[in-house]
Nanobody, 122 residues
Framework: QVQLVESGGGLVQAGGSLRLSCVAS????????MAWFRQAPGKNREFVAS????????YYGDSVKGRFAISRTSAKNTLYLQMNSLEPADTAVYYC???????????????WGQGTQVTVSS
């Protein structure tokens, strides 16, 4: 059974930082491309960042470029999202996703976590 469990969300003031984590089980983590998405109330799900199986290639959504960094540690089956210079517009539920293969980006992903709430106050 595949499980992706996010953590690290919370309430932070504008300009602050948070680091999200996503622990994967039930998949061979080191062979999967991974991604972060977010969804704010009343809005569509938005692509945030993605990374390939080795960590050597990554992509970012325009709204987070230069502020967020995606990384992974295969030894811990863990995906990270370092979020700096947070803005109220970053408030959303953040989801990690895996698959379907090892590339840095896919239009759709096979597996999803339950999400972690990030709230940025002004």
């Amino acid at each position: 059974q595949v499980q992706l469990v996010e953590s690290g969300g919370g309430l932070v003031q504008a300009g602050g930082s948070l680091r999200l984590s996503c622990v994967a089980s039930g998949i061979t983590f080191s062979t999967y491309g991974m991604a972060w998405f977010r969804q704010a109330p009343g809005k569509n799900r938005e692509f945030v960042a993605s990374i390939n199986w080795s960590g050597g290639s990554s992509y970012y959504g325009d709204s987070v470029k230069g502020r967020f960094a995606i990384s992974r540690t295969s030894a811990k089956n863990t995906l990270y999202l370092q979020m700096n210079s947070l803005e109220p517009a970053d408030t959303a539920v953040y989801y990690c996703a895996a698959g379907p293969g090892g590339a840095a980006y896919y239009p759709t992903y096979n597996y999803w976590g339950q999400g972690t709430q990030v709230t940025v106050s002004s």
